[in-house]
């Protein structure tokens, strides 16, 4: 063949390349059958996770391998759902840095850093640096920052297209959730109850302009403002006190749902601010609209119907996790039902036409209510579970039975994956001081008394569960190491993928849970498999690393993996069934070694003092008890704790917040030095335990 006719053959080819080019709008993200792309959080607007592509199946899932992969030095935390759009991936990473890379070749096309950690400011404190992903709308990708932006870029080059603040930045509000996109509209709420007088609520902007379309409030404010309407006058008559003081709650920093059937934007609230209701709202309420389904009519932001999960919470119980559509039979009769697994242990079956309950079980044990009252819609509560005598160990503890890491669902099996865990909490308010209680700024507090002692070393306390929406039972379950498991993909070929905690990869038979094939990634996973289609070959895409609020607040649960922090190489991994590479070895699990100070005699009073200044400033990254899950250094080993003046310059002088270690610039060397008696009671209190081999 002459030069020419190759030159001719490759344009031909070109345009036949641009010819298929696929045009995201809403007719692409609803349609269920298109299987090529992965073009929303959850595939496609129904959320589920699952994709109609069949050449990998439970017959010859084994045969996966290593296509490409491509390591991501730097990244630590990553979550993200990667999207596909006509074989170029896009994905966050840590800091909301985004990455456009061509499945063909595995090769970086751009990577968009919106500076983050420079613009954080003391929202450094609050925020993980994590992202949950982006959203894709006719040629640009739109992504949210930690510090509360939200931006547009456009796809083909990675070029800032618009860029607005979503949030007061003098609150400590922040964002890790991906927005999601409908009808020239991206929609984005945000998170920071735990840390501050947070007031939740979601706001709709023109894809175009980044102008701000609608805002719903998810609480009421202070009624000396005038209400902003009907809806929220109606929402205040169920909260008491001043609560408005407290901000409420409800942010809304995860579960959004575009429903084209109805054109409704379904919204998951958030918890309490503070969690304790008593200092929230004394006397009770249930207090609209936390931890509840709010249907919002996508044009107007005009509330449509609510239903509420936990009403007036008080355990952290957020509605927060993913909704997803499906048409399903009950009793004969076709529904358009919405499927939730918030974080109170109940799976709900809603209508969507109308918000109603049609059915509502526990998928593990939750011990704070009995069941769900069909007729009322309205859970039946325990004795004692609101902690009213002092202390109460109740099922589950705040992260939930199920949290953010997102189920899927399977029209074939007619059965929706979830992962769950199994851990209990002691919940008491005894060191609550009603009288004085202030809402924080920027510090931990959600007024209970908590996460100061470390946790067990060991604990394997979650599972994959198949289970059955129309008849609200478990089909199949299969036991999962540790407890902050990912979230699932299901397909056509009969199949569920999970990465693990211990950094495994698996794949299930759908049908019945049997595994199938499992692989070793090299680090613990926390973000949702997605498969693709490119070139008529269907790939599997994992990203590697490992982040989110569990490993980052729950201390020994999380740290018992090895994922120390730094060690394990964060990666994005491609599967298909000739993959024949290999991954370099990874180091093996890593443990920190708590440093003994002989020298240093412990002084009890300054630890708890010292206890109660980590639990504000420190936790949320260093891990309870100050033991680390492996999202920053474990405090206990480090040299730079032991000798005054460096811990200063890391705390205070904030020599290190390029590496995402805030400053804390009010902290007093008095306070410096109670840290240190309390960090080093933990240390010891580890030695201990590993000499008694625990
Ligand atoms: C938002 C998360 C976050 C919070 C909150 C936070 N840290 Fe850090 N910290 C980090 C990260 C990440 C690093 C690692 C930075 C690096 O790679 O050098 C770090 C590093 C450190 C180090 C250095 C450890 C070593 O051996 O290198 C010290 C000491 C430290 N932090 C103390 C504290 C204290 C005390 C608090 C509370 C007053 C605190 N940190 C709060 C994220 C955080």
């Excluded at 404190?125 to 930690?146: H, P, Q």
């Excluded at 060191?431 to 067990?456: A, E, T």
């Excluded at 199949?495 to 038979?509: H, I, N, P, Q, S």
């Excluded at 890593?590 to 109660?612: C, I, R």
């Amino acid at each position: 063949m002459t030069k020419l006719k190759l030159a001719a053959l490759a344009a031909l080819l070109l345009t036949q390349g641009a010819v298929a080019a696929t045009s995201v709008d809403g007719a692409a993200i609803a349609d269920e059958k298109a299987g090529a792309n992965w073009l929303s959080y959850g595939r496609t607007y129904s959320e589920q996770r699952f994709s109609p592509l069949q050449q990998i199946t439970d017959t010859n899932v084994g045969d996966l391998g290593v296509a490409w992969y491509m390591d991501l030095p730097g990244q630590k935390s990553l979550l993200a759902t990667p999207l596909v759009v006509d074989g170029v991936m896009y994905f966050s990473g840590g800091y909301s840095v985004v990455f456009a890379v061509d499945t063909r070749t595995g090769k970086e096309l751009w990577k968009y850093d919106p500076k983050t950690i420079e613009a954080a400011g003391d929202r450094l404190r609050v925020m993980w640096d994590s992202n949950r992903g982006v959203a894709y709308w006719k040629g640009r990708i739109f992504v949210a920052t930690a510090d509360g932006r939200l931006n547009a870029i456009d796809a083909s080059t990675g070029k800032e297209v618009w860029s607005v603040q979503t949030v007061d930045p003098k609150l400590p509000y922040f964002i890790n959730g991906a927005p999601r996109v409908f009808k020239d509209k991206v929609i984005i709420g945000n998170g920071g109850t735990e840390w501050g007088p947070l007031r939740g609520y979601v706001t709709a902007y023109d894809t175009a302009t980044g102008k701000q379309a609608w805002r719903f409030y998810t609480v009421p404010g202070n009624p000396a403002d005038g209400f902003e309407d009907e809806t929220q006058a109606m929402a205040a008559k169920t909260w008491n006190g001043e609560w408005w003081k407290h901000g409420g709650g409800g942010t809304v920093w995860n579960g959004l749902t575009y429903d084209p059937d109805f054109n409704r934007i379904y919204i998951g609230t958030g918890n309490g601010s503070p969690w304790n209701q008593r200092i929230r709202s004394p006397g009770g309420g249930d207090n609209l609209f936390l931890c509840s389904v709010v249907a919002l009519d996508a044009d107007t932001g005009k509330y449509v119907w609510h239903y509420q999960t936990t009403p007036g919470e008080t355990w952290d119980y957020n509605s927060n996790m993913d909704m997803v559509l499906a048409d399903l039979k009950v009793d004969e009769k076709p529904v358009k039902a919405l499927m939730h697994a918030p974080k109170n242990g109940f799976f709900y079956v809603l209508d969507r036409a109308t918000g109603k309950l049609i059915s509502a079980e526990k998928i593990a044990r939750a011990t704070w209510a009995e069941r769900i009252d069909l007729k009322t819609g309205r859970p039946v509560e325990a004795k004692g579970a609101r902690y009213e005598d002092g202390e109460e160990l109740i099922y589950p503890s705040a992260f939930g039975v199920h949290n953010w890491h997102a189920m899927s669902f399977n029209p074939g099996t007619g059965l929706a994956y979830i992962p769950i865990i199994d851990v209990p909490a002691t919940f008491t308010d005894k060191g609550v001081n009603y009288k004085q209680w202030n809402s924080p700024s920027f510090q931990f507090d959600p007024g209970l008394d908590l996460l100061r002692d470390d946790l067990p070393l060991k604990i394997d306390a979650a599972a994959l569960i198949a289970w059955d929406p129309v008849k609200q039972q478990k089909v199949w379950e299969q036991k999962l190491p540790g407890v902050w498991n990912p979230g699932t993909l299901t397909t056509a070929g009969n199949l569920v993928f999970e990465g693990r905690t211990d950094g495994k990869l698996l794949a299930y038979r759908a049908t019945d849970g049997i595994p199938l094939w499992s692989t070793d990634v090299g680090v613990g996973v926390s973000a949702p498999p997605i498969t693709f289609e490119v070139d008529g070959k269907q790939y599997l895409a994992l990203l590697t690393g490992w982040g989110g609020a569990g490993v980052s607040m729950a201390g020994a649960i999380t740290a018992q993996h090895g994922w120390a922090y730094g060690m394990h190489p964060r990666r994005l991994i491609v599967y298909s069934l000739d993959g024949a590479q290999k991954l370099p070895k990874a180091p093996p699990p890593t443990f920190a070694e708590a440093l003994v100070q002989d020298d240093f005699k412990v002084d009890e009073m300054q630890a708890e003092t010292g206890s109660h200044l980590f639990l504000k400033n420190c936790v949320t990254c260093h891990g309870g008890g100050a033991v680390s899950g492996g999202y920053a250094p474990d405090l206990r080993a480090s040299q730079a704790v032991v000798y005054d003046e460096a811990f200063k310059e890391i705390v205070v002088t904030g020599s290190r917040v390029q590496q995402g270690m805030p400053r804390f610039h009010e902290l007093t060397d008095a306070d410096l030095k109670a840290m240190q008696h309390y960090i080093r009671r933990q240390a010891r209190k580890a030695t201990v335990a590993a000499q008694l081999g625990k």
